[in-house]
């Protein structure tokens, strides 16, 4: 299996630009086309959250119309610029996505990975969150299938990355989170976003990722107390590569014009 995930797109509404500068829609659309392209072809693409950058239908809209060129199954999840309520509004064709109910979270049960997705949004505020509800929905999800190798994606990453502005507004009780996390072998990986950087760290008995975004990166700034800054670094997508003999082998996939292969 071949789950392709694509993160932190923050669509604006048509005609407009993040920060006045940055057209994420049309970077969106260069993804899309680079995910289409690509062969093999992924089986499911995953975007873990900051869909649009401030939640309102409008931009709902954009990010619809921009994905409805993508050719192969998609789901969607909320990061802390989306909102939830106008997100359900407007994929409310969506069956993964519940409905009713506090929190947008969800299985896809349908390939060899199977996947969790949890939300980990506070409303109204950068950093995220599990509350006790959602941890239990996550341990009872995990005991239905602990012999099936197991993909869990979230937004905000639970573990602390070195930037510090970014740490201050990562995945708050994370030990909670871990302590199920290490009692699940056949959790392959914890997928997440909101860094807009590709990381990898070993966390209780698992693997975290975090995605690079599909438009603007986050700076990579290792001094302590540094504010956190975007800059124009290659977008890109992971490829999640899965083959049950050789375990979870991630990518960094990068978008745009490079040349062709040449060969040695
Ligand atoms: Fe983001
Ligand atoms: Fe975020």
Not at 251 to 261: A, C, N, T
Request: proline share 8%.
């Amino acid at each position: 299996m071949l789950l392709a995930q694509i993160s932190d797109m923050h669509v604006v509404a048509k005609g407009k630009r993040l920060h006045d500068r940055i057209d994420t829609p049309a970077f969106l659309a260069r993804a899309v086309a680079h995910l289409n392209a690509l062969a093999p072809r992924p089986d499911f693409v995953m975007a873990t959250g900051d869909l649009v950058d401030e939640g309102s239908p409008a931009e709902y809209e954009n990010l619809r119309a921009i994905l409805s060129a993508l050719q192969i199954p998609w789901a969607l999840m909320p990061g802390n610029h989306d909102d939830c309520a106008a997100l359900r509004q407007a994929f409310d064709d969506q069956l993964y996505l519940p409905g009713a109910g506090e929190f947008l979270q969800y299985t896809i049960e349908d390939y060899p990975l199977r996947l969790i997705a949890l939300d980990t949004l506070i409303p109204g505020e950068s950093g995220g969150r599990l509350c006790q509800a959602r941890l239990d929905w996550l341990a009872d999800r995990l005991e239905e299938h602990p012999d099936r190798p197991t993909v869990v994606a979230m937004h905000h990453p639970p573990f602390l990355t070195g930037l510090t502005e970014m740490d201050a507004i990562n995945c708050g009780n994370s030990a909670a989170l871990g302590a199920i996390v290490a009692q699940h072998p056949r959790i392959e990986r914890i997928v997440c976003g909101h860094v807009h950087r590709p990381m990898v760290v070993g966390w209780n008995g698992t693997v975290v990722t975090t995605a690079p975004a599909t438009a603007h990166q986050v700076t990579l700034d290792l001094k302590e107390g540094s504010p956190t800054s975007w800059i124009m670094e290659p977008p890109a997508c992971h490829l999640h590569y899965w083959r049950e003999e050789s375990g979870l082998v991630t990518h960094v996939s990068y978008i745009g014009d490079y040349g062709p292969p040449t060969p040695y």
